[in-house]
């Protein structure tokens, strides 16, 4: 199975998953990087921090940047 990094950028810092998680491919990477932006959201709005600007960015093993998943795109407004 394949290993994905989900590193975590807000702005110019970025801060490296260094263990990663194996996934059968990449749509399940992409399905938890949306859980887990959620999950992040949530606690970050509970204790009234700011909620914009942070994203995943999801490596593979090489270290090849597969896809980006700004957190915003998982809230519903509407």
């Known amino acids: 199975m394949p290993v994905f990094?989900?590193?975590i950028r807000n702005g110019q810092e970025l801060v490296l998953d260094r263990e990663g998680?194996?996934?059968p491919g990449l749509e399940a990477a992409l399905e938890e990087a949306k859980s887990a932006a959620r999950e992040i959201l949530a606690e970050r709005?509970?204790?009234g921090d700011v909620v914009d600007g942070h994203?995943?960015?999801?490596?593979?093993?090489a270290g090849a940047k597969l896809f980006t998943l700004p957190f915003r795109s998982v809230i519903r407004l509407e």
Do not use: G
């Open 5 to 7: 990094y989900f590193h």
């Open 21 to 23: 998680v194996q996934m």
């Open 45 to 47: 709005i509970r204790h």
């Open 55 to 61: 994203e995943f960015e999801v490596h593979d093993a």
